[in-house]
DNA sequence: CTCCTCTATCAA
DNA sequence: TGATAGAGGAGG
């Protein structure tokens, strides 16, 4: 047999499979999606194994064996390793980076190479090694062997014996393949397979008390006992074990441990909630779409507090009773402990929980509860999406317009995308929720309902069966309604041009000022939203008016007061606050523009006895802290809650009665033709944290911009209007939906090159017949032109956008282009990268 | 990506 | 003639 297998380089020429004998003994342990090393080169690596075959098209004499299988049994399923293959072609992207994007980190391989004495070797050649470099033999033949890297670090002289003793064959290079962690191992106790005399047990009763209450303590468990366990339980020495294991009565071994990031928490349970009438049509209608097997998509529109989760939690529980299983994805900043529970207390341990926030150790295992474990239910962020069930029912995508589904590396893969893709695949159904979503799932559902419309107008039944491979067509669900029918908050937007000329020069306009001084008197709670973070966002001089930027990146500092330092957000350079301007070493320097920290500062000015708890990326750091500050809150040791986008979503604290929003126009300003849709949602976001239990809510928004149609539609919680307003904008521009994009991305230190690689790409182009056909409306190639960060550490940015209509395999014919000025960009060193469908123009 | 080979170029 | 640097290609 011959396996097909891709392995661990990522480059363009080696993004293929290769052949490889299977060695008789691993016939029964090489599958599809198996993990395996083998040699390639003259190096041993990791592949995976994506294919199968009788015969290869190859040289059998030049086929080389698989070395070892790395796993009992494949980590991918087959679907997966499909799936690998589909995302390199539309993704543009190696395969190899798609397949260990669906892995945990803990599987990325790690190569070793280890100098080894041979056992046959002579004593004469030892003689003569230890001789010749007695500190280096010493060190090799202490173990018999020693890590290649590190004798030529430890010993940087001997670099040429190294060399001579291996070509002499007095040493050998044995290189390894091993995972990045181990399956976390603790001694347990486990009872003999016979059953132990009577007579032994009363001499033990007789002379060895508390070794009978460790068998009496084992034989109570079912199963085996960690040591340490039993040795808490009983207050007993580890030697009192062990003198049962020496007598043969019971047996210690290594036992695999599953790390279990909520062990020792306990999840109450929860039941079905009734349904209000609109959920319950909407749950009926994916619940049938479930029971079908074929692949259904849904937008599941539902204003915040609608209750869309326990929805979610309904059809799971169906999908599961099917026998089918479920994935949910959130974006990672509101995969909260609160969001988890509703989720641990109604699914228990079928519950697998994926996020960022685990040690790699914890996430291996969470991991493996999926594939060859227990779990039937995967709560993650994006890369759940991969979670390698084999009998998937049921995808949901929460907060579906969340722009952290877009990876943004590469693969530069979007869930929603790679949900609908699997679900093709098992016959399932993707679910995506949100209040706000993104223009083009909204024009997707609603283009859906005008044909059904069309078509049942004009008597036709409407078409139910698709060509199969195709996307299903999407879905319409809509909840108009907050659960027990509660208001939606009233929201006020405050013109900040209006407070200054009436003489407020505060952050906080007076409206929000006095919303503020009402709640400390009221003891109530409020959440403030300010999408910056650091102190100030510019230093600016006042006499010559430099701007303190980064040298490594075109990009302004931020101040961070606490620090005391100004820091570049995007390489992370960091330098002391400076006293002077380093322009003209004027004493006159000033920090401009409004941080969370600032904001911070004002609140304690203002307010001598407030308690704020400030969440942003600077305080969030560190693992768990994010839920500490969360709870500290919820159990009101705080009054306010200030911080970055993340606070924005998917809290709910019931007595939260304020949100304020310092400044809706931080995403306005960005260059980007989703900035409307970025601020709209945001708003509708974060209004959405007011008044969602018995409490009556409130929001202040403060802009430059009260008048800007994604601030006032909010404020009226008008989605369907900002829709209509946005169409007519993405329509002008043809920007998406009426059209596709493709962002090229190429850098280099040096501008010439970037110029010189621009023209090249756009021949390159040309001869894919991909070039500038505005006639015809058909592609249209943006650039080259300067990235709006024209500079990141060190690397000058250029771009070039293609946007496209009916334009059949773009991805195809973008790889065709790039793949021929490979051998420009490497003699240059010119990182070029391609992004279908970005999210982000920055 | 990394290693190997081939070729051009230069000094002895 | 041999050494060396750089480009090009292969890797099963």
């Known amino acids: 047999m011959i396996a097909n297998v891709i392995v661990d380089v990522p480059a363009k020429q080696t993004d293929r499979p290769f052949d490889y004998r299977i060695p008789p003994l691993l016939a029964d342990w090489v599958e599809v999606g198996s993990r395996v090393a083998v040699p390639f080169g003259n190096r041993l690596l990791q592949g995976f194994v994506v294919g199968m075959a009788d015969v290869s098209e190859m040289n059998p004499a030049k086929l080389k064996e698989i070395g070892s299988v790395l796993d009992p049994a494949p980590p991918l399923t087959s679907e997966l390793v499909k799936l ?59 173990k018999g062997y020693y890590d290649l890297l590190s004798l030529i670090e430890q010993f940087p ?108 928490r306990q999840f109450k349970a929860s039941h079905r909630l009734q349904l209000t009438s609109e959920q319950q049509a909407a749950y009926d209608t994916i619940k049938h779409a479930v029971q079908s097997g074929d692949a259904h998509r849904f937008l599941l529109h539902g204003v915040t507090g609608s209750g869309k989760t326990e929805i979610y939690l ?40 994926l996020h960022s926030r685990l040690s790699q150790g914890e996430r291996y295992d969470e991991w493996r509860k999926i594939r060859y474990g227990t779990a039937q239910v995967a709560v993650g962020a994006r890369s759940a999406v991969f979670a390698p069930f084999t009998r ?41 929720g949100s209040a706000t979503p993104s223009i083009e799932t909204y024009a997707a559902a609603l283009q859906h309902e005008q044909r059904e419309a069309a078509a049942s107008a004009a008597g036709e039944r409407s078409e139910r069966t698709l060509p199969s491979g195709s996307t299903p067509p999407l879905r319409l669900l809509t909840l108009k309604r907050r659960v027990m029918d509660r208001p939606l908050p009233q929201i006020h937007v405050v013109d900040m041009r209006e407070e200054l000329r009436e003489g407020n020069r505060m952050m906080f306009s007076r409206r929000l000022y006095e919303g503020i001084a009402k709640r400390l008197e009221r003891r109530e709670q409020m959440v403030l939203l300010l999408n910056r973070r650091g102190y100030s966002t510019f230093v600016m001089c006042r006499s010559c008016g430099y701007v303190v930027q980064c040298p490594h ?24 606050e400076p006293g002077e301007c380093p322009g003209c070493q004027s004493r006159h320097i000033r920090f401009f523009g409004t941080g969370t920290q600032k904001v911070e500062e004002e609140l304690y000015k203002h307010f001598p006895d407030i308690r704020v708890i400030r969440m942003d990326v600077d305080t969030t750091g560190e693992k768990g802290s994010h839920e500490k500050w969360l709870n500290l809150f919820r159990e009101k040791e705080a009054d306010v809650l200030l911080g970055t986008q993340m606070v924005a979503k998917g809290l709910d604290f019931p007595d939260v009665t304020l949100v304020g929003v310092i400044a809706a126009d931080t995403v306005l300003n960005l260059p980007d033709f ?17 008044g969602r239990h018995e409490l009556p809510g409130e929001v202040v928004i403060q802009t430059y911009h009260p008048d800007h149609y994604s601030v006032e539609m909010a404020a009226k919680h008008d ?84 946007k496209y209509r009916h334009e059949p395999r773009i991805p195809e014919k973008i790889r ?27």
């Open 816 to 842: 065709a282009a790039t793949d021929s000025l490979d051998e420009w960009l490497k003699k240059h060193q010119v990182q070029l990268s391609t992004d279908m469908n970005p999210q982000v123009m920055l």
């Open 314 to 353: 309904q059809t799971i529980e169906d999908c599961l009773s099917m026998g089918k299983e479920a994935i949910v994805l959130v974006p990672e900043i509101s995969l909260t402990p609160q969001m988890v529970e509703r989720f641990k207390s109604r699914f228990g341990d079928l519950v697998a929980v």
């Open 674 to 690: 989703r900035s409307a849709e970025k601020t709209f949602q945001l708003l509708t976001q974060v209004a959405g944290r007011a």
């Open 392 to 432: 998937l029912g049921l995808i949901i995508i929460d907060e579906e317009h969340e722009s952290s589904y877009k990876q943004e590396e590469s693969p530069k893969y979007h869930a929603r995308e790679v949900a609908v893709q699997r679900a093709l695949h098992h016959g399932a159904v993707v679910v995506l």
């Open 157 to 264: 002289a001997s670099s040429a014996v190294l060399k001579r003793w291996m070509k002499l064959g007095w040493l050998e290079e044995q290189q390894t393949v091993s995972d990045r962690l181990r399956k976390k191992k603790q001694l347990a106790v486990y009872p003999t397979d016979v059953p132990l005399s009577p007579e032994a047990l009363a001499q033990l009763a007789r002379r060895a008390p508390r070794q009978l209450e460790v068998l009496d303590y084992l034989r109570d468990s079912s199963g085996p006992v960690l040591l340490s366990e039993l040795i808490a339980a009983l207050g007993i020495s580890a030697g009192t074990v062990k003198g049962l294991a020496d007598k043969g009565m019971l047996v210690i071994k290594q036992a695999e441990i599953w790390r279990d990031p909520y062990a020792g």
């Open 84 to 142: 690998g293959i589909w995302m390199g072609r539309e993704y543009v992207c190696p395969s190899l980076l798609a397949l260990q994007s669906m892995l945990p980190g803990a599987l990325k391989a790690k190569y070793k190479r280890l100098a080894v004495l041979p056992d046959e070797l002579d004593e004469d050649a030892r003689g003569r090694m230890q001789q010749e470099d007695s500190g280096l033999y010493a060190c090799i033949a202490r």
């Open 553 to 576: 990146c075109d990009i302004s500092l931020t101040y961070h007061r606490r620090a005391g330092q100004i820091r570049c957000h995007y390489c992370g350079y960091t330098e002391k």
């Open 719 to 802: 989605y369907s209007a900002f829709f209509a307003r946005e169409m007519r904008h993405r329509q002008s521009g043809l920007y998406p939906p009426y059209s596709r994009l493709a962002l090229i991305t190429f850098s280099h230190p040096d501008i010439p090159v970037l110029l010189q690689t621009g023209e090249r790409l756009i021949h390159a182009l040309a001869e894919q017949g991909v070039s500038e056909v505005r006639t015809s409306g058909r592609v249209e190639v943006l650039g080259p032109v300067a990235s709006s960060i024209p500079r990141i550490k060190d690397r000058y940015r250029f771009q070039c956008m293609l």
